[in-house]
T-cell receptor, first 112, second 113 residues
Framework: DADVTQTPRNRITKTGKRIMLECSQT?????MYWYRQDPGLGLRLIYY???????NKGEISDGYSVSRQAQAKFSLSLESAIPNQTALYFC???????????FGQGTRLTVV | AQSVTQPDIHITVSEGASLELRCNYS??????LFWYVQSPGQGLQLLLK??????LVQGIKGFEAEFKRSQSSFNLRKPSVHWSDAAEYFC???????????FGTGTSLTVIP
């Protein structure tokens, strides 16, 4: 099994719908991240969490929210999806010192 | 603000030729430095990383990278490219507090026979 698992892997949703992307990890890491990847823009940080009680906004948090349900679970929600949120979304984890980021396989989200 | 620059959006090389992908960063101190590779439809896999010490680091799949403090660069190299190296390559920096990882915009590598 993968260390960082994202569900679903692919999703098509309609404008205005609420959608949740889920991430779970078996690395035992406290730190978890959600990134968005767009062609030519690389990966941009949406939210990150240092532990269950600590949530921080990244550079592009508008239109998104997150929930850290447990050390191993970190979900990303789009309250009202819009077409420009069509992208590839990655969850990642790291240890306390940030010696490496471990990535999930990604969720390809299409908003129509 | 921290930034990572990968000046080459796309590179095409012949199989067997050497490869160098450029990366420059902007940060007040020496951050942790990483190169990741993303194959089509896949997540990001770590190729190599630099924290301190020897400025030439070896990674997986025959890749290496050299840290040059004076140039704020961390360029990725491979002596002989294989067709399977075709992928997207990302340079990243990380604060040693583990707060965030900052990624470049990526370099897409095409390998021609």
């Amino acid at each position: 099994d993968a260390d960082v698992t994202q569900t679903p892997r692919n999703r098509i949703t309609k404008t205005g719908k609420r959608i949740m992307l889920e991430c779970s990890q078996t690395k035992g890491h406290d730190r978890m991240y959600w990134y968005r990847q767009d062609p030519g823009l690389g990966l941009r940080l949406i939210y990150y969490s240092f532990d269950v009680k600590d949530i921080n906004k990244g550079e592009i948090s508008d239109g998104y929210s997150v929930s850290r349900q447990a050390q191993a679970k970190f979900s990303l929600s789009l309250e009202s999806a819009i077409p420009n949120q069509t992208a590839l979304y990655f969850c990642a984890t790291s240890d306390l010192k940030g010696t490496e980021a471990f990535f999930g396989q990604g969720t390809r989200l299409t908003v129509v | 603000a921290q930034s990572v620059t990968q000046p080459d959006i796309h590179i095409t090389v012949s199989e067997g030729a050497s490869l160098e992908l450029r990366c420059n960063y902007s940060y007040g101190a020496t951050p942790y430095l990483f190169w990741y590779v993303q194959s089509p439809g896949q997540g990001l896999q770590l190729l190599l990383k630099y924290f301190s010490g020897d400025t030439l680091v070896q990674g997986i799949k025959g890749f290496e990278a050299e840290f040059k403090r004076s140039q704020s660069s961390f360029n990725l190299r491979k002596p002989s490219v294989h067709w399977s190296d075709a992928a997207e390559y990302f340079c990243a920096v990380g604060l040693n507090t583990g707060n965030q990882f900052y990624f470049g915009t990526g370099t897409s590598l095409t390998v021609i026979p």
